[in-house]
């Protein structure tokens, strides 16, 4: 069974900087895609940032130049710099093992191992 788990959420100030970890357990195979989403109060479930293991990096446009994606061997990591308070929400680790063609790496429903989310919260 394929388990992920953020970790490295937290409080932060405005104009600063967090880093997301997610380590992947349970399966000797990279998967495809990876991506980071994140939900706030109310609000649908939204793509952050995706990676594919042969080296595709997609970005919403609200982070384009902030947030930076990578993935080695141990995990996949967000770098957040320039936190803005409208980036508070839930962040959640996603994995896709299946590669697809058309695929959607910034959509949800094409993923289907989540991890348990790490809360961000940036304070103005």
């Known amino acids: 069974q394929v388990q992920l788990v953020e970790s490295g959420g937290g409080s932060e100030q405005a104009g600063g900087s967090l880093r997301l970890s997610c380590a992947t357990y349970?399966?000797?195979?990279?998967?495809?895609?990876m991506g980071w989403f994140r939900q706030g109060p109310g609000e649908e479930r939204e793509g952050v940032a995706a990676?594919?293991?042969?080296?595709g990096k997609y970005y919403a446009d609200s982070v384009k130049g902030r947030f930076t994606i990578s993935q080695d061997q141990n995990g996949l990591y967000l770098q957040m710099n320039n936190l803005k308070p409208e980036d508070t929400a839930m962040y959640y680790c996603?994995?896709?093992?299946?590669?697809?063609?058309?695929?959607?790496?910034?959509?949800?429903?094409?993923?289907?191992?989540w991890g348990q989310g790490t809360q961000v919260t940036v304070s103005s």
């Open positions: 996603a994995a896709d093992y299946r590669w697809r063609d058309p695929d959607t790496p910034m959509r949800a429903d094409q993923y289907n191992y």
């Open positions: 990676s594919t293991s042969i080296g």
């Open positions: 349970g399966y000797h195979l990279s998967p495809a895609y």
